[in-house]
Protein backbone atom coordinates (compact mmCIF):
# COMPACT_ATOMS: atom_id res chain seq x y z
CA UNK A 1 0.00 0.00 0.00
CA UNK A 2 2.11 2.96 -1.14
CA UNK A 3 0.17 5.99 -1.79
CA UNK A 4 1.39 8.62 -3.97
CA UNK A 5 1.95 11.37 -1.98
CA UNK A 6 0.71 14.38 -4.43
CA UNK A 7 -2.54 12.11 -4.83
CA UNK A 8 -2.98 12.07 -1.49
CA UNK A 9 -2.65 15.90 -1.27
CA UNK A 10 -4.71 16.47 -4.48
CA UNK A 11 -7.53 13.94 -2.37
CA UNK A 12 -7.55 16.55 1.13
CA UNK A 13 -7.37 19.20 -1.14
CA UNK A 14 -10.80 18.51 -2.82
CA UNK A 15 -11.95 17.39 0.41
CA UNK A 16 -11.79 20.56 2.09
CA UNK A 17 -12.89 22.30 -1.35
CA UNK A 18 -15.98 20.38 -1.15
CA UNK A 19 -16.24 21.03 2.77
CA UNK A 20 -15.95 24.40 1.84
CA UNK A 21 -18.18 24.46 -0.93
CA UNK A 22 -20.75 22.95 1.07
CA UNK A 23 -20.36 25.61 3.99
CA UNK A 24 -21.01 28.21 1.65
CA UNK A 25 -24.03 26.93 -0.17
CA UNK A 26 -25.61 26.80 3.49
CA UNK A 27 -24.80 30.33 3.91
CA UNK A 28 -26.45 31.53 1.03
CA UNK A 29 -29.53 28.76 1.97
CA UNK A 30 -29.42 30.77 4.82
CA UNK A 31 -29.26 34.26 3.67
CA UNK A 32 -32.19 33.22 0.86
CA UNK A 33 -34.14 32.13 4.20
CA UNK A 34 -33.49 35.22 5.43
CA UNK A 35 -34.43 37.22 2.24
CA UNK A 36 -38.14 35.80 2.33
CA UNK A 37 -38.88 37.01 5.13
CA UNK A 38 -37.67 40.93 4.45
CA UNK A 39 -39.13 40.07 1.28
CA UNK A 40 -42.45 39.50 2.66
CA UNK A 41 -42.62 42.57 5.00
CA UNK A 42 -41.36 44.73 1.79
CA UNK A 43 -43.76 42.94 -0.42
CA UNK A 44 -46.69 43.84 2.23
CA UNK A 45 -46.16 47.21 3.07
CA UNK A 46 -44.77 48.11 -0.53
CA UNK A 47 -48.58 46.47 -1.62
CA UNK A 48 -50.34 47.92 0.99
CA UNK A 49 -48.93 51.23 -0.01
CA UNK A 50 -49.52 51.61 -3.69
CA UNK A 51 -53.13 49.98 -3.33
CA UNK A 52 -54.62 52.20 -1.12
CA UNK A 53 -52.86 54.92 -2.46
CA UNK A 54 -55.76 56.61 -3.49
CA UNK A 55 -57.12 56.86 -0.49
CA UNK A 56 -54.53 58.25 1.71
CA UNK A 57 -56.02 61.77 2.27
CA UNK A 58 -57.37 63.36 5.44
CA UNK A 59 -60.85 62.18 4.32
CA UNK A 60 -59.65 58.85 4.88
CA UNK A 61 -59.38 59.35 8.25
CA UNK A 62 -62.38 61.73 9.05
CA UNK A 63 -65.20 59.30 7.33
CA UNK A 64 -67.14 57.01 9.16
CA UNK A 65 -67.43 53.28 7.32
CA UNK A 66 -70.13 53.58 4.32
CA UNK A 67 -71.38 51.35 2.11
CA UNK A 68 -69.90 53.34 -0.77
CA UNK A 69 -66.26 51.90 -0.51
CA UNK A 70 -64.46 55.70 -2.29
CA UNK A 71 -66.67 57.49 0.88
CA UNK A 72 -65.47 55.15 3.47
CA UNK A 73 -62.82 56.09 6.30
CA UNK A 74 -61.45 54.70 9.53
CA UNK A 75 -62.80 57.54 11.65
CA UNK A 76 -64.34 54.91 14.43
CA UNK A 77 -61.74 52.26 13.97
CA UNK A 78 -58.37 54.37 14.72
CA UNK A 79 -60.27 56.22 17.93
CA UNK A 80 -61.95 52.98 19.03
CA UNK A 81 -58.33 51.49 18.63
CA UNK A 82 -56.78 54.14 20.42
CA UNK A 83 -59.34 53.95 23.58
CA UNK A 84 -59.15 50.19 23.88
CA UNK A 85 -55.49 50.74 23.87
CA UNK A 86 -55.70 53.44 26.85
CA UNK A 87 -57.76 51.04 29.05
CA UNK A 88 -55.31 48.39 27.97
CA UNK A 89 -52.41 50.06 29.00
CA UNK A 90 -53.80 51.18 32.45
CA UNK A 91 -55.01 47.74 33.28
CA UNK A 92 -51.99 45.76 32.59
CA UNK A 93 -49.05 47.88 33.37
CA UNK A 94 -50.01 48.19 36.69
CA UNK A 95 -50.74 44.72 36.87
CA UNK A 96 -47.79 43.63 34.67
CA UNK A 97 -44.95 46.04 36.41
CA UNK A 98 -46.34 44.92 39.98
CA UNK A 99 -46.60 40.89 39.57
CA UNK A 100 -43.25 41.28 38.49
CA UNK A 101 -42.08 43.20 40.98
CA UNK A 102 -44.02 40.72 43.63
CA UNK A 103 -42.13 37.88 41.91
CA UNK A 104 -38.76 39.38 41.43
CA UNK A 105 -38.57 41.15 44.65
CA UNK A 106 -40.67 39.44 47.44
CA UNK A 107 -41.85 36.24 46.22
CA UNK A 108 -40.89 33.75 48.62
CA UNK A 109 -39.56 30.38 47.02
CA UNK A 110 -42.39 28.21 47.58
CA UNK A 111 -45.58 25.95 46.35
CA UNK A 112 -47.51 29.30 45.75
CA UNK A 113 -44.85 31.12 43.85
CA UNK A 114 -44.09 28.18 41.54
CA UNK A 115 -47.83 27.65 40.71
CA UNK A 116 -48.10 31.58 39.56
CA UNK A 117 -44.15 30.44 37.53
CA UNK A 118 -45.91 27.90 35.78
CA UNK A 119 -49.19 29.52 35.02
CA UNK A 120 -47.58 32.78 33.37
CA UNK A 121 -45.07 30.61 30.82
CA UNK A 122 -48.25 28.27 30.33
CA UNK A 123 -50.74 31.33 29.67
CA UNK A 124 -48.35 32.75 27.10
CA UNK A 125 -49.06 29.87 25.01
CA UNK A 126 -52.68 30.20 24.78
CA UNK A 127 -54.28 30.85 21.64
CA UNK A 128 -55.71 34.17 21.47
CA UNK A 129 -59.32 33.50 20.96
CA UNK A 130 -59.57 31.10 23.65
CA UNK A 131 -58.73 34.64 25.72
CA UNK A 132 -61.91 35.92 23.43
CA UNK A 133 -64.03 33.31 25.27
CA UNK A 134 -63.36 33.96 28.17
CA UNK A 135 -63.91 37.62 27.98
CA UNK A 136 -67.33 37.11 26.06
CA UNK A 137 -68.41 34.04 28.63
CA UNK A 138 -67.01 36.53 32.28
CA UNK A 139 -66.90 40.24 30.98
CA UNK A 140 -69.39 40.16 28.84
CA UNK A 141 -72.20 37.95 30.39
CA UNK A 142 -71.01 37.83 34.01
CA UNK A 143 -69.96 41.04 34.32
CA UNK A 144 -72.37 42.71 32.51
CA UNK A 145 -69.82 44.77 30.64
CA UNK A 146 -71.01 44.04 27.34
CA UNK A 147 -69.53 44.82 23.99
CA UNK A 148 -68.13 47.56 24.97
CA UNK A 149 -64.25 49.22 24.99
CA UNK A 150 -63.92 48.27 28.70
CA UNK A 151 -64.30 44.51 27.80
CA UNK A 152 -62.05 44.45 24.79
CA UNK A 153 -59.49 46.38 26.70
CA UNK A 154 -59.83 44.29 29.77
CA UNK A 155 -59.57 41.41 27.36
CA UNK A 156 -55.84 42.53 25.57
CA UNK A 157 -55.01 43.82 28.80
CA UNK A 158 -54.97 39.78 30.07
CA UNK A 159 -53.40 38.32 26.98
CA UNK A 160 -50.16 40.68 27.16
CA UNK A 161 -50.19 40.37 30.64
CA UNK A 162 -47.51 38.24 30.65
CA UNK A 163 -45.04 39.69 28.34
CA UNK A 164 -45.52 42.36 30.15
CA UNK A 165 -44.66 40.32 33.36
CA UNK A 166 -41.97 38.51 31.84
CA UNK A 167 -39.98 41.76 30.48
CA UNK A 168 -40.44 43.36 34.25
CA UNK A 169 -39.00 40.35 35.50
CA UNK A 170 -35.77 40.15 33.22
CA UNK A 171 -35.84 44.15 33.31
CA UNK A 172 -35.50 43.93 37.38
CA UNK A 173 -33.08 40.77 37.50
CA UNK A 174 -30.82 42.74 35.18
CA UNK A 175 -30.37 45.27 38.44
CA UNK A 176 -27.31 44.10 40.61
CA UNK A 177 -27.83 43.25 44.36
CA UNK A 178 -25.55 45.44 45.38
CA UNK A 179 -28.42 48.20 44.12
CA UNK A 180 -30.58 46.61 46.94
CA UNK A 181 -28.13 46.34 49.49
CA UNK A 182 -26.82 49.73 49.37
CA UNK A 183 -30.31 50.95 49.83
CA UNK A 184 -31.39 48.25 52.47
CA UNK A 185 -27.83 49.21 54.32
CA UNK A 186 -28.96 53.03 54.73
CA UNK A 187 -32.60 51.82 56.41
CA UNK A 188 -35.04 51.81 53.10
CA UNK A 189 -37.76 49.28 53.55
CA UNK A 190 -38.53 47.05 50.58
CA UNK A 191 -40.95 48.70 49.31
CA UNK A 192 -39.12 52.15 49.55
CA UNK A 193 -35.86 50.00 47.57
CA UNK A 194 -38.51 48.95 44.92
CA UNK A 195 -39.93 52.69 44.84
CA UNK A 196 -36.91 54.42 44.37
CA UNK A 197 -34.47 52.18 42.69
CA UNK A 198 -35.67 49.46 41.17
CA UNK A 199 -38.15 50.47 39.44
CA UNK A 200 -36.88 53.45 37.85
CA UNK A 201 -33.60 51.91 36.85
CA UNK A 202 -36.02 48.85 35.20
CA UNK A 203 -37.85 51.55 33.93
CA UNK A 204 -36.33 51.31 30.02
CA UNK A 205 -36.88 47.37 30.14
CA UNK A 206 -40.49 47.55 31.24
CA UNK A 207 -40.98 50.24 28.54
CA UNK A 208 -39.53 48.10 25.95
CA UNK A 209 -41.94 45.16 27.33
CA UNK A 210 -44.88 47.41 27.65
CA UNK A 211 -44.86 48.94 23.45
CA UNK A 212 -44.18 45.55 22.37
CA UNK A 213 -47.33 44.08 23.98
CA UNK A 214 -49.18 47.01 22.94
CA UNK A 215 -47.79 46.22 19.42
CA UNK A 216 -49.18 42.80 19.83
CA UNK A 217 -52.60 43.83 21.14
CA UNK A 218 -53.21 46.61 18.56
CA UNK A 219 -53.03 44.45 15.42
CA UNK A 220 -55.21 41.43 17.33
CA UNK A 221 -58.53 40.73 15.77
CA UNK A 222 -59.71 37.07 17.19
CA UNK A 223 -60.06 38.16 20.61
CA UNK A 224 -62.53 41.51 20.13
CA UNK A 225 -64.32 39.77 17.04
CA UNK A 226 -65.42 36.77 19.92
CA UNK A 227 -66.67 39.19 22.17
CA UNK A 228 -68.94 40.36 19.50
CA UNK A 229 -67.48 44.28 18.59
CA UNK A 230 -69.78 45.19 15.72
CA UNK A 231 -67.99 45.73 12.29
CA UNK A 232 -70.10 48.64 11.34
CA UNK A 233 -69.98 52.20 13.47
CA UNK A 234 -70.98 55.17 12.71
CA UNK A 235 -70.44 57.62 15.70
CA UNK A 236 -67.65 58.13 18.31
CA UNK A 237 -67.96 57.18 22.19
CA UNK A 238 -69.29 59.98 23.67
CA UNK A 239 -66.70 62.69 24.72
CA UNK A 240 -67.24 63.09 28.41
CA UNK A 241 -69.08 66.19 29.67
CA UNK A 242 -70.47 66.46 26.22
CA UNK A 243 -74.41 66.49 25.31
CA UNK A 244 -76.16 63.08 24.21
CA UNK A 245 -79.40 63.08 21.53
CA UNK A 246 -81.36 63.11 24.84
CA UNK A 247 -80.41 65.99 26.64
CA UNK A 248 -78.43 64.78 29.03
CA UNK A 249 -74.41 64.92 29.66
CA UNK A 250 -72.09 62.67 29.21
CA UNK A 251 -70.47 61.15 32.51
CA UNK A 252 -66.62 61.18 32.36
CA UNK A 253 -66.25 57.33 31.92
CA UNK A 254 -69.04 56.56 29.74
CA UNK A 255 -67.36 55.99 26.51
CA UNK A 256 -66.07 53.06 28.09
CA UNK A 257 -69.10 51.33 27.83
CA UNK A 258 -69.59 52.16 24.61
CA UNK A 259 -70.04 49.59 21.11
CA UNK A 260 -66.81 50.27 18.96
CA UNK A 261 -64.95 48.64 16.31
CA UNK A 262 -61.17 48.83 15.57
CA UNK A 263 -58.74 48.95 12.79
CA UNK A 264 -58.14 44.92 12.54
CA UNK A 265 -61.91 44.72 12.67
CA UNK A 266 -62.30 46.91 10.28
CA UNK A 267 -59.70 45.71 7.62
CA UNK A 268 -61.50 42.34 8.09
CA UNK A 269 -64.50 43.28 7.48
CA UNK A 270 -63.31 45.04 4.28
CA UNK A 271 -61.08 42.35 2.93
CA UNK A 272 -64.15 40.20 3.00
CA UNK A 273 -66.33 41.89 0.96
CA UNK A 274 -66.11 40.85 -2.32
CA UNK A 275 -67.05 43.94 -4.03
CA UNK A 276 -62.92 45.02 -5.32
CA UNK A 277 -63.59 48.42 -4.12
CA UNK A 278 -63.50 47.77 -0.90
CA UNK A 279 -59.88 46.21 -1.22
CA UNK A 280 -58.38 49.84 -1.66
CA UNK A 281 -59.81 50.24 1.56
CA UNK A 282 -58.35 46.80 3.35
CA UNK A 283 -55.01 48.11 1.81
CA UNK A 284 -55.00 51.95 3.55
CA UNK A 285 -56.07 50.76 6.84
CA UNK A 286 -53.67 47.56 6.45
CA UNK A 287 -50.83 50.30 5.90
CA UNK A 288 -51.75 52.04 8.84
CA UNK A 289 -52.42 49.89 10.90
CA UNK A 290 -48.59 48.04 9.96
CA UNK A 291 -47.05 51.82 9.95
CA UNK A 292 -48.75 51.55 13.78
CA UNK A 293 -47.10 48.26 14.97
CA UNK A 294 -43.96 48.54 13.12
CA UNK A 295 -43.24 52.24 14.57
CA UNK A 296 -43.64 50.94 17.90
CA UNK A 297 -41.74 47.98 17.52
CA UNK A 298 -39.16 49.79 15.76
CA UNK A 299 -39.22 51.86 18.84
CA UNK A 300 -39.05 49.00 21.06
CA UNK A 301 -36.00 47.59 19.31
CA UNK A 302 -34.32 50.98 19.38
CA UNK A 303 -35.00 51.48 23.09
CA UNK A 304 -33.90 47.97 24.18
CA UNK A 305 -30.08 48.29 21.49
CA UNK A 306 -29.73 51.66 23.82
CA UNK A 307 -30.12 50.28 26.39
CA UNK A 308 -27.57 47.00 26.10
CA UNK A 309 -25.10 50.08 24.78
CA UNK A 310 -25.64 52.07 28.01
CA UNK A 311 -26.32 50.42 31.04
CA UNK A 312 -22.77 49.27 32.58
CA UNK A 313 -23.43 48.63 36.08
CA UNK B 1 -46.94 55.91 53.11
CA UNK B 2 -42.86 56.54 51.50
CA UNK B 3 -42.48 59.87 53.29
CA UNK B 4 -42.05 57.89 56.86
CA UNK B 5 -38.31 57.16 57.37
CA UNK B 6 -36.80 58.97 54.11
CA UNK B 7 -38.27 62.64 55.17
CA UNK B 8 -38.11 62.02 58.80
CA UNK B 9 -35.98 65.14 60.72
CA UNK B 10 -33.17 63.77 62.62
CA UNK B 11 -34.11 62.77 65.76
CA UNK B 12 -32.32 65.13 68.58
CA UNK B 13 -33.20 63.79 71.87
CA UNK B 14 -34.91 60.63 73.94
CA UNK B 15 -38.66 61.10 73.28
CA UNK B 16 -38.18 61.14 69.59
CA UNK B 17 -37.00 57.43 70.21
CA UNK B 18 -39.87 56.03 70.72
CA UNK B 19 -42.22 58.13 68.36
CA UNK B 20 -39.22 56.59 65.45
CA UNK B 21 -40.00 53.11 66.96
CA UNK B 22 -44.27 54.06 66.24
CA UNK B 23 -43.26 54.78 62.80
CA UNK B 24 -41.35 51.69 62.59
CA UNK B 25 -44.56 49.47 63.29
CA UNK B 26 -46.53 52.07 60.86
CA UNK B 27 -43.57 51.15 58.29
CA UNK B 28 -44.30 47.26 59.14
CA UNK B 29 -47.33 47.72 58.42
CA UNK B 30 -47.73 49.29 55.44
CA UNK B 31 -45.02 47.43 53.72
CA UNK B 32 -47.48 44.29 54.70
CA UNK B 33 -50.46 45.99 52.93
CA UNK B 34 -48.23 46.68 49.58
CA UNK B 35 -46.89 43.04 49.83
CA UNK B 36 -50.74 42.03 49.52
CA UNK B 37 -51.36 44.48 46.89
CA UNK B 38 -48.84 42.81 44.81
CA UNK B 39 -49.51 39.39 45.30
CA UNK B 40 -52.78 40.41 44.20
CA UNK B 41 -51.60 41.45 41.04
CA UNK B 42 -49.60 37.96 40.50
CA UNK B 43 -52.15 36.03 41.52
CA UNK B 44 -54.43 37.83 38.37
CA UNK B 45 -52.73 35.57 36.05
CA UNK B 46 -53.93 32.26 37.73
CA UNK B 47 -57.30 33.86 38.06
CA UNK B 48 -57.07 34.28 34.19
CA UNK B 49 -55.95 30.60 34.21
CA UNK B 50 -58.99 29.36 36.35
CA UNK B 51 -61.48 31.65 34.61
CA UNK B 52 -60.20 29.81 31.17
CA UNK B 53 -61.04 26.87 32.34
CA UNK B 54 -64.02 27.83 34.36
CA UNK B 55 -65.82 29.06 31.44
CA UNK B 56 -65.05 26.92 28.63
CA UNK B 57 -66.07 23.80 30.83
CA UNK B 58 -69.09 25.18 32.21
CA UNK B 59 -70.38 26.30 28.75
CA UNK B 60 -69.05 22.52 27.58
CA UNK B 61 -70.94 21.13 29.94
CA UNK B 62 -74.23 22.40 29.42
CA UNK B 63 -73.32 21.42 25.48
CA UNK B 64 -72.42 18.01 26.28
CA UNK B 65 -76.07 17.75 27.98
CA UNK B 66 -77.66 18.05 24.69
CA UNK B 67 -74.92 16.61 22.35
CA UNK B 68 -73.35 13.20 22.88
CA UNK B 69 -69.63 12.73 23.66
CA UNK B 70 -69.38 9.96 20.80
CA UNK B 71 -71.59 11.61 18.54
CA UNK B 72 -69.15 14.99 18.91
CA UNK B 73 -66.28 12.92 18.18
CA UNK B 74 -67.17 10.56 15.38
CA UNK B 75 -69.71 12.21 13.12
CA UNK B 76 -68.42 13.29 9.99
CA UNK B 77 -70.70 16.76 9.73
CA UNK B 78 -70.88 20.04 11.05
CA UNK B 79 -73.75 21.32 10.80
CA UNK B 80 -74.58 22.89 13.85
CA UNK B 81 -76.98 26.13 12.65
CA UNK B 82 -78.84 24.07 10.30
CA UNK B 83 -82.23 22.30 11.38
CA UNK B 84 -80.60 18.90 10.85
CA UNK B 85 -77.68 19.60 13.26
CA UNK B 86 -74.80 17.14 13.29
CA UNK B 87 -71.70 18.32 15.86
CA UNK B 88 -68.41 16.14 14.29
CA UNK B 89 -65.84 17.99 15.58
CA UNK B 90 -63.43 16.36 13.37
CA UNK B 91 -64.18 18.32 10.49
CA UNK B 92 -63.07 21.02 12.32
CA UNK B 93 -60.04 19.69 13.46
CA UNK B 94 -58.69 18.09 10.03
CA UNK B 95 -59.03 21.68 8.66
CA UNK B 96 -57.04 22.62 12.03
CA UNK B 97 -54.45 19.69 11.54
CA UNK B 98 -54.25 20.15 7.41
CA UNK B 99 -53.43 24.06 7.94
CA UNK B 100 -50.80 23.61 10.54
CA UNK B 101 -49.11 20.85 8.69
CA UNK B 102 -48.56 23.07 5.87
CA UNK B 103 -47.52 26.05 7.98
CA UNK B 104 -45.00 23.76 9.75
CA UNK B 105 -44.00 22.31 6.66
CA UNK B 106 -42.43 25.99 5.58
CA UNK B 107 -41.85 27.31 9.52
CA UNK B 108 -39.50 24.34 10.88
CA UNK B 109 -37.17 23.53 7.92
CA UNK B 110 -36.51 27.35 7.28
CA UNK B 111 -36.97 28.50 10.96
CA UNK B 112 -34.31 25.77 11.74
CA UNK B 113 -31.86 26.78 8.95
CA UNK B 114 -31.93 30.94 9.35
CA UNK B 115 -30.77 29.94 12.98
CA UNK B 116 -28.09 27.43 12.75
CA UNK B 117 -27.08 30.17 9.80
CA UNK B 118 -27.27 33.24 12.38
CA UNK B 119 -26.01 30.89 15.21
CA UNK B 120 -22.72 29.11 13.29
CA UNK B 121 -22.10 31.29 10.39
CA UNK B 122 -23.10 34.37 10.14
CA UNK B 123 -20.85 37.34 11.40
CA UNK B 124 -22.04 39.61 13.87
CA UNK B 125 -23.21 42.44 12.30
CA UNK B 126 -25.04 40.32 10.39
CA UNK B 127 -26.91 38.70 13.37
CA UNK B 128 -27.49 42.32 15.18
CA UNK B 129 -29.54 43.52 11.73
CA UNK B 130 -31.31 40.04 11.48
CA UNK B 131 -32.62 40.06 14.63
CA UNK B 132 -34.53 42.56 14.44
CA UNK B 133 -35.77 42.32 10.89
CA UNK B 134 -37.23 38.83 12.19
CA UNK B 135 -38.70 40.15 15.03
CA UNK B 136 -40.99 43.09 13.02
CA UNK B 137 -41.59 40.08 10.80
CA UNK B 138 -43.36 38.56 13.76
CA UNK B 139 -44.79 41.56 15.07
CA UNK B 140 -47.33 41.94 11.57
CA UNK B 141 -50.45 42.11 12.72
CA UNK B 142 -52.39 38.29 11.32
CA UNK B 143 -55.64 39.94 9.65
CA UNK B 144 -52.36 41.63 7.39
CA UNK B 145 -50.67 38.34 6.89
CA UNK B 146 -54.62 37.50 6.55
CA UNK B 147 -54.82 40.22 3.69
CA UNK B 148 -51.38 39.04 2.04
CA UNK B 149 -52.78 35.47 1.69
CA UNK B 150 -56.04 36.21 0.33
CA UNK B 151 -55.13 38.65 -2.03
CA UNK B 152 -51.92 38.24 -2.89
CA UNK B 153 -50.40 34.50 -2.10
CA UNK B 154 -53.87 32.74 -3.65
CA UNK B 155 -53.54 34.92 -6.72
CA UNK B 156 -49.63 34.03 -7.62
CA UNK B 157 -50.20 30.07 -6.14
CA UNK B 158 -53.38 29.95 -8.85
CA UNK B 159 -50.88 30.71 -11.14
CA UNK B 160 -49.15 27.41 -10.76
CA UNK B 161 -51.82 25.35 -9.94
CA UNK B 162 -55.21 26.98 -11.96
CA UNK B 163 -57.30 24.93 -10.35
CA UNK B 164 -56.91 26.41 -6.70
CA UNK B 165 -60.27 27.71 -5.59
CA UNK B 166 -60.27 31.21 -4.64
CA UNK B 167 -60.05 29.90 -0.47
CA UNK B 168 -57.91 27.10 0.19
CA UNK B 169 -55.29 25.79 3.30
CA UNK B 170 -52.67 25.82 1.14
CA UNK B 171 -52.28 29.31 0.76
CA UNK B 172 -53.56 29.90 4.46
CA UNK B 173 -51.64 27.91 5.27
CA UNK B 174 -48.15 28.64 3.36
CA UNK B 175 -48.59 32.52 5.17
CA UNK B 176 -49.11 30.96 8.85
CA UNK B 177 -45.85 29.27 8.16
CA UNK B 178 -44.20 32.53 7.25
CA UNK B 179 -45.92 34.46 10.16
CA UNK B 180 -44.24 31.30 12.50
CA UNK B 181 -40.30 31.18 11.39
CA UNK B 182 -39.60 33.92 13.59
CA UNK B 183 -40.82 32.43 16.78
CA UNK B 184 -38.71 28.98 15.59
CA UNK B 185 -35.60 30.87 14.67
CA UNK B 186 -35.32 32.70 17.43
CA UNK B 187 -35.92 29.99 20.04
CA UNK B 188 -33.55 27.79 17.74
CA UNK B 189 -30.83 30.48 17.95
CA UNK B 190 -31.22 31.08 21.69
CA UNK B 191 -30.58 27.29 22.39
CA UNK B 192 -27.84 26.37 19.48
CA UNK B 193 -26.04 29.78 21.13
CA UNK B 194 -26.34 28.08 24.85
CA UNK B 195 -24.63 25.34 23.36
CA UNK B 196 -20.99 25.62 24.78
CA UNK B 197 -18.05 27.19 22.91
CA UNK B 198 -15.84 23.64 23.72
CA UNK B 199 -17.88 21.12 22.19
CA UNK B 200 -17.63 23.25 18.53
CA UNK B 201 -13.49 23.88 19.24
CA UNK B 202 -13.58 20.38 19.52
CA UNK B 203 -15.11 19.33 16.15
CA UNK B 204 -12.88 22.28 14.68
CA UNK B 205 -10.05 20.47 15.92
CA UNK B 206 -10.91 17.31 14.27
CA UNK B 207 -11.06 19.05 11.26
CA UNK B 208 -14.84 19.04 10.74
CA UNK B 209 -16.65 21.87 8.70
CA UNK B 210 -19.02 24.58 9.84
CA UNK B 211 -21.73 22.73 8.77
CA UNK B 212 -20.45 19.23 9.78
CA UNK B 213 -19.74 20.91 13.40
CA UNK B 214 -23.41 22.45 13.32
CA UNK B 215 -25.49 19.58 11.91
CA UNK B 216 -23.44 16.91 13.78
CA UNK B 217 -22.54 18.54 16.77
CA UNK B 218 -24.23 22.59 17.84
CA UNK B 219 -28.09 20.69 16.74
CA UNK B 220 -27.74 17.42 18.60
CA UNK B 221 -26.50 19.15 21.86
CA UNK B 222 -29.42 21.76 21.45
CA UNK B 223 -32.31 19.29 20.74
CA UNK B 224 -34.28 19.93 23.49
CA UNK B 225 -34.44 23.87 22.72
CA UNK B 226 -34.88 22.76 18.80
CA UNK B 227 -38.15 20.43 20.21
CA UNK B 228 -39.65 23.03 22.60
CA UNK B 229 -39.44 26.06 19.45
CA UNK B 230 -40.89 23.41 17.18
CA UNK B 231 -43.62 22.65 20.04
CA UNK B 232 -44.26 26.26 20.20
CA UNK B 233 -44.61 27.00 16.23
CA UNK B 234 -47.18 24.43 16.28
CA UNK B 235 -49.44 25.84 19.02
CA UNK B 236 -49.22 28.90 16.99
CA UNK B 237 -50.06 27.12 14.19
CA UNK B 238 -53.03 25.69 16.04
CA UNK B 239 -54.34 28.70 17.79
CA UNK B 240 -54.01 30.69 14.48
CA UNK B 241 -57.75 32.38 13.92
CA UNK B 242 -57.86 35.35 11.41
CA UNK B 243 -55.62 34.02 8.44
CA UNK B 244 -57.50 31.11 8.57
CA UNK B 245 -60.66 33.05 8.20
CA UNK B 246 -59.84 35.46 6.02
CA UNK B 247 -58.02 32.84 3.34
CA UNK B 248 -59.29 29.78 3.97
CA UNK B 249 -62.83 29.87 3.33
CA UNK B 250 -65.12 28.88 6.67
CA UNK B 251 -67.64 26.45 5.07
CA UNK B 252 -67.12 22.83 7.47
CA UNK B 253 -65.03 20.28 5.02
CA UNK B 254 -63.92 17.05 6.47
CA UNK B 255 -60.67 16.49 4.33
CA UNK B 256 -56.89 16.09 4.25
CA UNK B 257 -56.43 17.91 1.37
CA UNK B 258 -54.69 21.18 1.23
CA UNK B 259 -56.29 22.35 -2.08
CA UNK B 260 -59.52 23.33 -0.52
CA UNK B 261 -61.16 25.39 1.35
CA UNK B 262 -61.94 24.36 5.01
CA UNK B 263 -63.20 25.80 8.26
CA UNK B 264 -61.37 25.33 11.16
CA UNK B 265 -61.48 25.53 15.28
CA UNK B 266 -60.85 28.84 15.35
CA UNK B 267 -62.24 30.25 12.14
CA UNK B 268 -65.70 28.25 13.52
CA UNK B 269 -65.37 30.59 16.54
CA UNK B 270 -65.27 33.69 14.79
CA UNK B 271 -67.63 32.89 12.00
CA UNK B 272 -70.72 31.94 15.06
CA UNK B 273 -69.09 35.14 16.95
CA UNK B 274 -69.88 37.77 13.72
CA UNK B 275 -73.46 36.65 13.56
CA UNK B 276 -75.80 37.20 16.47
CA UNK B 277 -76.47 34.45 18.13
CA UNK B 278 -78.54 34.54 21.49
CA UNK B 279 -76.41 34.32 24.70
CA UNK B 280 -77.50 30.47 26.13
CA UNK B 281 -78.31 29.01 22.68
CA UNK B 282 -77.13 25.41 21.67
CA UNK B 283 -74.74 27.65 18.90
CA UNK B 284 -73.85 30.08 21.33
CA UNK B 285 -72.55 26.53 23.69
CA UNK B 286 -70.94 25.03 20.44
CA UNK B 287 -68.24 27.68 20.46
CA UNK B 288 -67.07 27.08 24.30
CA UNK B 289 -66.64 23.15 23.38
CA UNK B 290 -64.69 23.99 20.20
CA UNK B 291 -62.33 26.64 22.02
CA UNK B 292 -62.75 23.49 24.91
CA UNK B 293 -61.35 20.83 22.26
CA UNK B 294 -58.49 23.97 21.06
CA UNK B 295 -57.37 24.60 24.24
CA UNK B 296 -56.93 20.24 25.19
CA UNK B 297 -55.16 20.04 21.50
CA UNK B 298 -52.48 22.84 22.37
CA UNK B 299 -52.11 21.80 26.25
CA UNK B 300 -51.47 18.26 24.42
CA UNK B 301 -48.82 19.46 22.01
CA UNK B 302 -47.57 21.58 25.55
CA UNK B 303 -47.00 18.53 27.68
CA UNK B 304 -45.28 16.89 25.08
CA UNK B 305 -42.88 19.16 24.14
CA UNK B 306 -42.29 19.53 28.10
CA UNK B 307 -41.69 15.44 27.55
CA UNK B 308 -39.12 16.43 25.04
CA UNK B 309 -37.43 18.87 26.47
CA UNK B 310 -36.31 16.22 29.46
CA UNK B 311 -35.76 13.19 27.46
CA UNK B 312 -33.28 15.33 25.25
CA UNK B 313 -31.99 17.81 27.66
CA UNK B 314 -28.30 17.63 27.70
CA UNK B 315 -26.19 19.26 30.12
CA UNK B 316 -22.64 20.49 30.57
Known amino acids: ?313 | MNSCAMTAPPAPDAPVVSNRLAKNAMRHASERVIEALLFAAAAVSVLTTVGIVYVLVSESIQFFQSVGLVEFLTDTQWTPLFDDAHFGIMVLISGTLVSSAVALAVAIPMGTVIAIYLSEFANPKVRELAKPILELLGGIPTIVFGYFALLIVTPLLQKIFPELPGFSLLSAGLVMGIMIVPYVASLSEDAMRAVPMSLREGSYAMGGTRLHTALHVVVPAAFSGLAASYILGISRAVGETMILAVAAGMQPNLTWNPMEPAATITSYIVQVALGDLPHGSIGYQTIFAAGLTLLLITLLFNILGQWLRRKFRENY
Open chain 1, 1 to 313: MQANPNDKQAQIRALIARGKLKDALFAALGIICLGIGLVVIFALVADMAVKGAARFNLDFFLNFASRRATQAGILSAWVGSLLVMLVTALTAVPLGVAAGLYLEEYAKRNWITEVIEINITNLAAVPSIVYGLLALGIFVYTFGFGQSILSAGLTLALLILPIVIVSTREAIRSIPAMIREGSMAVGATRWQTCRYHIIPYAMPGILTGVIIGLARAIGETAPIITIGALTFIAFLPPVPFSELADGTRAGLFDWVMSPFTVMPIQIFNWTSRPDPAFEVNAAAAGFVLMAMVLTMNAIAIWLRYRLRKNIKW
